[in-house]
């Protein structure tokens, strides 16, 4: 129990404080995200965070944006997206594939 | 039944690649066998552990405890591959001359074996946890656990299934060119892998991405088809990379070509080894 958490803290060096980008708030209720269209500025960083209320975990994944990651029922977790230029990036829940899309669009 | 047995196989196939291909490249090594259940074996029990502690991990790290731990394993199984394929360099020609070569080595190959063991758990480590969560999810939406259970049997079968193919595969190529084939292969796991760190190192913002993305060709090869999903497991194609996973996947490959280099040149002067 003890050691997959120092296994994380044996990177944490790494994690080197930045400027904060801004923060993009995202629900998965029902196995649908909300909202399923984000619009966030182009050429920046932005950090989104995804709350899942649903009690099962769900998966953020996504081609266009290379990311996936895993939020567990009732979770928040953070993703960091771009700097991205103009366009739309689709995302889905692999868990869920059939009704948990959305799509980043980035102006 | 059919969703569990879908993802199953798309988790199962990358690990199960892996094994066919290192089950082959150990293929002269003793107690091979042992080894590599012992590493599936380790890899599940941590899998399984993984996923339990799930929303803990989640949280750890500032929220990015999930992407250090996927780096971390990543980074595990990319130096457990280097150090195959350097170990392998020295000592292929001698496997190749022979069995009692082999004999000799067995001293050798017991600690090359252990790596392999390490390196197989991690990877079903990875594709493992997630897979768990997955059938855990289903299980808990009213699909029937015996369902779930069947579907995931199905895909694993699957996926153990082309495993198996890649070894067989492996084993009809030439002893003369068999670990310079296999050689290759891991080289290219392993700098796939490499990248797929770095983008998780991205994606927890530890690491820049630098120029985001290098390339596209997912118009012309999308992630999504069946040639470009094998060819993401076994060369680890990404069809928008980052500049930072280029620099990964760049820099793995010249480690381990000199490393495997460096590894051969003494070997020659010292024949009777």
New interface residues.
Partial sequence: MRRLPLLALLCLPFAAAAADPAEIPLTIRNHRFEPAEVRIPAGQKVRLVVHNQDGTPEEFESHELNREKVIPGGAKASIFIGPLQAGKYPFFGEFNEATARGVVIAE | MLGAAI?VFRESLEAALLIGIIAAAARTLPGRNRWLSAGVAAGVMGAL??AA?????????????????N??ILGLAVSMLAWHNIWMARHAREMVAGARAIVRDVADGRRELSAIMVLVAMAVLREGS?TA??L???A??GESAGQVLAGGALGLAAGAGVGFAMYAGLLRVPVRRFFGVTAALVLLLAAGMAGQMA?F???????PPLA??LWDT?AWL???SPAGTLLHVLAGY?????AMQALFYLGTVAAIALGMFLARAPARSATPA
């Fill in positions: 993802i552990i993984v502690l799930a929303g803990r991990i989640a949280d750890m790290a500032d929220g990015m405890g999930q992407e250090m731990l780096a971390c997630e969560l997955f855990y999810s289903l808990s939406e983008r190192l991205i994606q927890g913002d530890i690491l985001n993305p997912s999308s992630a999504n990404d069809p928008r990379p980052s």
